[in-house]
């Protein structure tokens, strides 16, 4: 089993840049392809970026498309989220998420969770 951890959220003016991070421990990370997730309040979770168990490939939501980059390190055992040109409808609870399948935009899919962290993005 792996358990991720998210880091890096926290307060930023509309226009601006963050970075987060997961770290994965026990397991073998390089087995399972990695995502983001966002639930905003009173919204439900919702995909925003996926990564391959290799890195070769990558997928993004609509909505984040050209601004936010995902990205790996097997060797760290990181998974990175970089969110830049950030919109106050970035808002929201961002979720590290693992699975064993391919990449997938649905929360079901997905074998285990981080706890989540807050990014809030002010006008």
């Known amino acids: 089993q792996v358990k991720p951890v998210e880091s890096g959220g926290g307060l930023v003016q509309a226009g601006g840049s963050l970075r987060l991070s997961c770290a994965a421990s026990?397991?073998?990370?390089?087995?399972?392809?990695m995502s983001w997730f966002r639930q905003a309040l009173g919204k439900e979770r919702e995909f925003v970026a996926g990564?391959?168990?290799?890195?070769?490939?990558?997928y993004y939501a609509d909505s984040v498309k050209g601004r936010f980059t995902i990205s790996r390190d097997n060797a760290k055992n990181n998974v990175y989220l970089q969110m830049s040109s950030l919109k106050v409808e970035d808002t929201a609870v961002y979720y590290c998420?693992?699975?064993?399948?391919?990449?997938?935009?649905?929360?079901?899919?997905?074998?285990?969770w981080g706890q989540g962290t807050w990014v809030t993005v002010s006008s």
């Open positions: 998420a693992a699975t064993s399948g391919i990449v997938s935009g649905m929360p079901t899919a997905y074998n285990y």
């Open positions: 026990g397991g073998t990370f390089s087995y399972y392809a």
């Open positions: 990564i391959s168990w290799t890195g070769g490939r990558t």
